[in-house]
């Protein structure tokens, strides 16, 4: 027993001497590299401290020498931005949107180019979204024509997509041999469950190229669109840090009235728009709408026939603003014939240019004027 107690003790003694030898070696190899810490301790260190990793891919590539890669890039024109070469190979979408009460928020306006906010009946306005550089999955709700969106329309040449129309929307739209897309006579559309019918028609880019192609319209349009500054450029106007629309004043009956509103953030040089107070979102991914560029064209409009339709003069000529980088200045506009585009001034007769990214329209009546807060 004593004999085994001597061999245990002599096995422990020897492991213990084979530790500290290597104690020791490791102890004169680190002292040469002290100053030095092993990736695998980096990699600890940064985990304890919780260093965040942050990988930003940028949109467009630089080469070794700093220059960026512009290799297959073209200038959207309709945003001013670079964009694949392929998308000039696509013909534009124009998109009428509802925007009654029940049927926000909308589906797809965040990925559209340009957007037009126009009175309808009732005071409530209709959007008509211009897709280009994005092809949106999932459209919505779509809403009939109307004459004044149709005449907007075809300065772009696009698929123009409602679902009916008054009966000068539809004969206008035969007139201009347009490459129409009607969801009362198309299979492209169809009615989503969380939204009541009539504010409940949808469709894709997918189904309505489809449908294009169908009816043997022509697949490729470059439209026209304004010019643009090559890098963000100051108006120099006077400051518009906040912009407010009151389309329809609040009554007895609808103490909300609708008020559309902008709010300028100097950080990213963009617009968050509002509607009646509340951030105006997309419906497919929440986030809330922004833009660059804001036109506001006033325009002579009136009640013509007892459904409360409009009449909305964008042939001829008037005034409006341009708000961009937080700041406003007067323009003014013209429109020869309704398959001309619209052009716009300064108010010394030069053309204006808008900063790269989105604009927005706000077609505003004749007479009245927006709120701003500088």
Known sequence: ???????????????????????????????????????????????????????????????????????????????????????????????????????RPQAALSEADIVYEILAEGRITRYMAIFYSDYPELIGPVRSARPYFVEKALEYDPYYVHVGGSNQALKDIRAYEMADIDGLSSGSFWRVSHKRIPHNMYTSSKVLIEEGNRKGYTKTKVPEFLSFNDDFLALNGTKASEITFEYKEPTPTDRTGYTTSYTYNNENKLYYRYTNGEPHVDENDQNQLTCTNIIVQYAKTKVI??????????????????????????IKWDKSSAHTSTSFYKSDGTPIKLNPGVTWFQIFETGKSETIIQ
């Open 1 to 103: 027993m004593q004999n085994n107690k001597k061999i245990i003790i002599a096995i422990a003694i020897g492991i213990v001497m084979i530790i500290v030898i290597i104690g020791i070696v490791f102890a004169i190899r680190s002292g040469n590299n002290e100053n030095e810490t092993s990736e695998i301790e980096k990699e600890i260190i940064e985990k304890e401290d919780n260093v965040p990793i942050i990988v930003v891919e940028p949109i467009l590539e630089e080469d070794d020498q700093g220059e960026v890669d512009l290799t297959g890039k073209v200038i959207n024109p309709l945003t001013g931005l670079y964009v694949d070469d392929s998308v000039l190979d696509r013909r534009p979408i124009a998109v009428m949107l509802d925007n009654l009460y029940s049927a």
């Open 305 to 330: 026939d007892n459904e409360g339709r409009l009449k909305v003069d964008f042939i001829g000529s008037g005034t409006g603003k341009l708000y961009t980088g937080g700041e406003v200045i007067d």
